[in-house]
């Protein structure tokens, strides 16, 4: 639904913080975990489809329809609605409202529903009881830090691969969101029980490489840019000269397990190659280390040349019977696997085209225990997918359809005072992600890069994200956990000892509206970090802390916390506690920090 937090706080205190603009979110996750509202509704209908087969309302062959378990617009169609008779009705060949009320009659009732009600054409709606959400607050503070996360990984090994940036320059905005989305992704898998393997693939060789080791070696023999003689592909940017001046005063350079050194000579291009690439590595490991990103392997792609896995691969895809020779060139038999054309393997000329080393790459995945692999890509590379699965398919070496998964996401435009920042000194053609760190911090970086659909364009608004005030979406999630903190501090400055065992004894206390509203939002972490984790959408998890934020701001601002009765003042600093447990636990996953003061 689209949730308009004016509307809906509308009548709170002048002094409430205002949310963001409105958002929307999906909610389409079933039969994750018992633990979850949702995932239990999912069952009990399940076993009320069960009981219609065996009392024969239902022809026996019937099968299970996919239904979904949603919530309504407004609460006051419940708390969740099914569509299950619906799509039973068909195949039942009965009415859909007769048939929803013989399903409510054959649903177990368990004790977390207060009340069932058909609707419209046969909608199943829920209306749970407020102890449904009273146990997610005691559930919070029981599972602490690991709430929210589930085992449906089951421990197996996903690589995800992301940033993967060719070492010619310095990290521009666009890797900046292919770091924030990948490293947001790894986090939400682990967190639904996946050994994550975090994996960067960067070219060490090629065509960008030369013109890299071109460059600098112009600026060492005392070139310009704009000087006669400057490499015509050349890269133009002030690094360019940073790299040249580190290699002609003889730098040592540590980088992915190495040194280089410079050595002074202008005309040894493998001695500039070597050390320039270093040198950007370096750097880039640098921007990403002050980003909060990190990664367990980097992979170079000149590994699979020099260790024939280039020429395994081909040799492999040969043997299978997938390719034929035509026009003194190797072509593979893709549009057998999916794809639109047959692809070239090894041109004419004896070289590789570019789409062999990826297959090889994704191979080794495959060969080092991935068993499940994520690659984040910007979208123009979409063209490249479907010849990359052709290729593995063709290898016939167990690689599950649709191995690797990707996630592409779009670029970003920058502006600032209502104008579109383009351009970085230091680069020389675009904005670095290290001038956006400078300007907008860390933390709202990271948010403002990964809080839209990464197949949506987005628009990163400088001047937003440097904004102290509740317009700013990452601080006003901050807020929320600050206040919580702050209640905290009030408590013991009033001479309260917050008794948490009596809060738990007398949870059924929150219930009025506001705790409702919270609790709800509280129970809803699970399902949300078992929906981003499968639909690879960490947006989802940016929309519901905004959610969880404004429940807590609506709450703090209409719930007296601090009273005198102990055990309603214990309950309410319970709640508070979980909600800032949530709030923590989602920021983790985002890899944004809870601050306790503001």
Same mark, same amino acid.
């Given at each position: 639904?689209?949730?308009?937090?004016?509307?809906?706080?509308?009548?709170?205190?002048?002094?409430?913080?205002?949310?963001?603009?409105?958002?929307?979110?999906?909610?389409?996750?079933?039969?994750?975990?018992?633990?979850?509202?949702?995932?239990?509704?999912?069952?009990?209908?399940?076993?009320?489809? &069960?009981?219609?087969? #065996? *009392?024969?309302? /239902?022809? !026996?062959?019937? @099968?299970?329809? =996919?239904?979904?378990?949603?919530?309504?617009?407004?609460?006051?169609?419940? &708390?969740?609605?099914? #569509? *299950?008779?619906? /799509?039973? !009705?068909?195949? @039942?060949?009965? =009415?859909?409202?007769?048939?929803?009320?013989?399903?409510?009659e054959a649903i177990p009732m368990g004790v977390d529903i207060a009340r069932v009600e058909i609707a419209g054409p046969g909608f199943i709606n829920f209306h749970m009881t407020a102890a449904a959400y009273q146990r997610a607050v005691v559930a919070a503070l029981d599972q602490g830090d690991v709430y929210g996360g589930n085992g449906s990984g089951g421990g197996k090994t996903v690589g995800v691969e992301y940033v993967s940036a060719n070492p010619t320059g310095p990290l521009h905005v666009g890797h900046g969101r292919a770091a924030a989305i990948g490293d947001c992704l790894a986090r939400l898998l682990q967190a639904n029980g996946w050994n994550v393997r975090r994996e960067y693939?960067?070219?060490?060789?090629?065509?960008?490489?030369?013109?890299?080791?071109?460059?600098?070696?112009?600026?060492?023999?005392?070139?310009?840019?704009?000087?006669?003689?400057w490499p015509e592909a050349g890269y133009r940017g002030e690094y360019i000269a940073d790299v040249a001046r580190a290699y002609v005063n003889g730098e040592t350079v540590e980088s992915d397990g190495g040194s280089v050194s410079g050595t002074g000579d202008a005309a040894d291009l493998d001695s500039i190659r070597r050390?320039?690439?270093?040198?950007?590595?370096?750097?880039?490991?640098?921007?990403?280390?002050?980003?909060?990103?990190?990664?367990?392997?980097?992979?170079?792609?000149?590994?699979?040349?020099?260790?024939?896995?280039?020429?395994?691969?081909?040799?492999?895809?040969?043997?299978?019977?997938?390719?034929?020779?035509?026009?003194?060139?190797?072509?593979?038999?893709?549009?057998?696997?999916?794809?639109?054309?047959?692809?070239?393997?090894?041109?004419?000329?004896?070289?590789?085209?570019?789409?062999?080393p990826d297959v090889a790459y994704h191979l080794s995945k495959w060969q080092r225990g991935y068993?499940?692999?994520?690659?984040?890509?910007?979208?123009?590379?979409?063209?490249?997918?479907?010849?990359?699965?052709?290729?593995?398919q063709a290898l016939d070496v167990g690689t599950p359809p649709g191995y690797p998964e990707y996630v592409l996401h779009q670029?970003?435009?920058?502006?600032r005072g209502g104008e579109e920042v383009k351009l970085s000194k230091r680069a020389g053609s675009y904005l670095t992600l290290r001038d956006l760190i400078d300007e907008a911090g860390r933390d709202a970086t990271r948010w403002f890069l990964f809080?839209?659909?990464?197949?949506?364009?987005?628009?990163?608004?400088?001047?937003?994200a440097r904004q102290q005030s509740n317009d700013n979406p990452v601080l006003y999630v901050q807020y929320a956990h600050a206040r919580v903190a702050s209640l905290q501090r009030q408590s013991i400055e009033k001479g309260y000892n917050f008794d948490e065992a009596n809060g738990r004894l007398h949870v059924g206390l929150l219930s009025d509206d506001n705790s409702l509203l919270l609790m709800v939002e509280l129970a809803r972490l699970p399902e949300v970090v078992a929906n981003a984790g499968q639909l690879l959408e960490p947006h989802l998890m940016a929309q519901y802390l905004l959610?969880?934020?404004?429940?807590?701001?609506?709450?703090?601002?209409?719930?007296?916390?601090?009273?005198?009765?102990?055990?309603?003042?214990?309950?309410?600093?319970?709640?508070?506690?979980?909600?800032?447990q949530a709030l923590r636990n989602g920021l983790k996953?985002?890899?944004?920090?809870?601050?306790?003061?503001?």
């Open positions: 639904p689209e949730l308009d937090y004016r509307d809906r706080a509308r009548g709170a205190p002048k002094t409430r913080a205002r949310a963001p603009a409105a958002v929307r979110y999906d909610h389409q996750i079933r039969n994750i975990s018992r633990k979850f509202v949702k995932a239990t509704l999912h069952a009990l209908i399940a076993q009320g489809i &069960d009981a219609l087969r #065996n *009392a024969g309302t /239902l022809p !026996a062959n019937t @099968a299970s329809p =996919d239904f979904v378990i949603e919530r309504p617009r407004t609460r006051e169609h419940g &708390d969740f609605a099914s #569509n *299950a008779a619906m /799509l039973l !009705a068909k195949p @039942a060949r009965r =009415d859909p409202r007769a048939l929803a009320q013989a399903l409510v693939y960067y070219n060490d060789a090629g065509v960008q490489i030369e013109n890299l080791a071109l460059s600098v070696q112009a600026r060492v023999s005392g070139l310009l840019p704009d000087d006669a003689g050390f320039a690439v270093a040198y950007l590595r370096r750097e880039q490991n640098e921007d990403l280390t002050a980003f909060g990103i990190a990664f367990d392997t980097y992979f170079l792609e000149s590994s699979l040349y020099n260790d024939g896995k280039v020429a395994e691969t081909v040799e492999r895809l040969t043997a299978s019977g997938h390719t034929y020779e035509d026009g003194g060139a190797l072509w593979l038999k893709s549009t057998g696997f999916g794809d639109d054309k047959d692809r070239v393997i090894r041109k004419s000329d004896g070289t590789f085209t570019y789409f062999v068993e499940r692999a994520i690659t984040g890509l910007g979208a123009d590379h979409h063209g490249s997918l479907a010849r990359v699965h052709a290729g593995l670029m970003v435009a920058v502006m809080a839209r659909k990464p197949d949506s364009q987005l628009t990163f608004d400088i001047d937003l959610e969880l934020a404004h429940a807590f701001h609506r709450w703090y601002h209409g719930t007296p916390v601090l009273v005198e009765d102990a055990a309603l003042r214990d309950a309410r600093l319970l709640l508070a506690a979980a909600a800032a996953l985002l890899g944004v920090s809870a601050p306790d003061k503001m």
